[in-house]
């Protein structure tokens, strides 16, 4: 066997931890998965992967194995697009896992554009709030919203929301416009109640040196963020929230920012892709394509 391709097909059964998914990812059957990982044992003289009906671990020798794949892989693919260029067509199937938020303002409205400029690609897009492992999670890219923990990914953020109040032009226009976070205390204030704590979170602002936290009194406290959005678009009052939420509301005036100099920075966006994959040209495409979508935003 060819063993870059058994090394390849290991690092795919690691990094899903399991034989039946790398075998439906790299579209091999479950018996060719298992003989690609047969054959580097016998090659190397160790077991690299201890298997149960219910899971599978590296041992030490597979933790050694995999690092050194990775690495040789990389090497390899870059070596591929030094000498391929541009010419390398991006195709198959391409896995996507994507926040609600960024999926329903951002890439659903762009993903025609992209089937239209790769079009032997195909994409599946997973979308939901709940954290899926990304080391262990079934994959090629995912998007992230918050600080990410050291787990070997690539990470390049590409965008950075902030905190920011803003309401309907006819509620500022009947209730006038607070010019310092303190004069908040005389609006009517919509707040987001926090899914776990059951509170309503609190407001953040900063200016230079001055940094602030308010609890709004939430005359009106909605736990969904989109229904929230669309009170302060109805005129009920002012909201806190991302820009990453707001930013279409804001773009077309629905909401205008108050306070806008007082915004905090809030958590970054980030595409987050395996080593082994990083020069693939599929997930380079969908990272570039999705770092230029969010290009340029507020």
């Known amino acids: 066997m060819?063993?870059?391709?058994?090394?390849?097909?290991?690092?795919?059964?690691?990094?899903?931890?399991?034989f039946s998914r790398a075998a439906e990812q790299l579209e091999m059957s479950n018996a060719t998965i298992?003989?690609?990982?047969?054959?580097?044992?016998?090659?190397?003289?160790?077991r690299l992967l201890n298997r149960t009906t219910r899971k599978i671990?590296?041992?030490?020798?597979?933790?050694?194995?995999?690092?050194?794949?990775?690495?040789l892989l990389g090497d390899m693919m870059e070596l591929e697009g030094a000498l391929q260029g541009g010419r390398a067509t991006p195709q198959g199937v391409l896995r996507v896992d994507v926040p609600t938020v960024i999926a329903r303002?951002?890439?659903?409205?762009?993903?025609?554009?992209?089937?239209e400029l790769y079009p032997e690609?195909?994409?599946?897009?997973?979308?939901?709030?709940?954290?899926?492992d990304m080391v262990e999670g079934r994959g090629d890219v995912w998007l992230r919203i918050g600080e990410l923990k050291d787990s070997g990914m690539v990470?390049?953020?590409?965008?950075?929301?902030r905190n920011v109040c803003c309401a309907a032009p006819d509620f500022l226009a009947r209730h006038g416009t607070p010019r310092t976070p303190q004069e908040l205390?005389?609006?009517?204030?919509?707040?987001?109640?926090?899914p776990n704590s059951g509170q309503n979170v609190p407001w953040t602002f900063s200016k230079g040196k001055q940094q602030l936290s308010w609890q709004p009194p939430g005359n009106i406290s909605i736990n969904h963020a989109e229904t929230l959005i669309q009170a302060a678009v109805s005129g009920a009052g002012i909201v806190q929230l991302l820009t990453l939420s707001l930013n279409p509301q804001m773009r077309d005036g629905r909401?205008?920012?108050?306070?806008?100099?007082?915004?905090?920075?809030?958590?970054?966006?980030?595409?987050?892709?395996?080593?082994?994959?990083?020069?693939?040209?599929?997930?380079?495409?969908?990272?570039d394509f999705v770092t230029e979508l969010f290009a340029g935003l507020d």
Not at 4 to 16: A, D, I
Not at 105 to 115: D, E, G, I, K, N
Not at 121 to 132: A, P, T
Not at 155 to 161: E, G
Request: net charge positive.
């Open 2 to 18: 060819d063993r870059l391709e058994s090394l390849r097909v290991f690092c795919q059964v690691v990094e899903l931890n399991s």
């Open 34 to 46: 298992t003989n690609h990982i047969a054959s580097l044992e016998r090659h190397f003289g160790v």
């Open 57 to 71: 671990s590296m041992t030490d020798d597979g933790h050694s194995c995999y690092q050194r794949a990775q690495r």
């Open 185 to 194: 205390a005389d609006f009517r204030c919509l707040a987001f109640i926090h």
């Open 121 to 132: 690609l195909s994409i599946r897009v997973n979308v939901g709030d709940r954290m899926v």
């Open 105 to 115: 303002v951002y890439l659903a409205p762009a993903l025609s554009r992209f089937t």
């Open 155 to 161: 990470a390049r953020r590409i965008y950075q929301p």
């Open 255 to 287: 909401l205008v920012p108050v306070l806008a100099d007082w915004a905090t920075p809030g958590p970054p966006v980030s595409v987050v892709y395996h080593q082994s994959h990083q020069l693939s040209a599929k997930v380079r495409v969908f990272v």
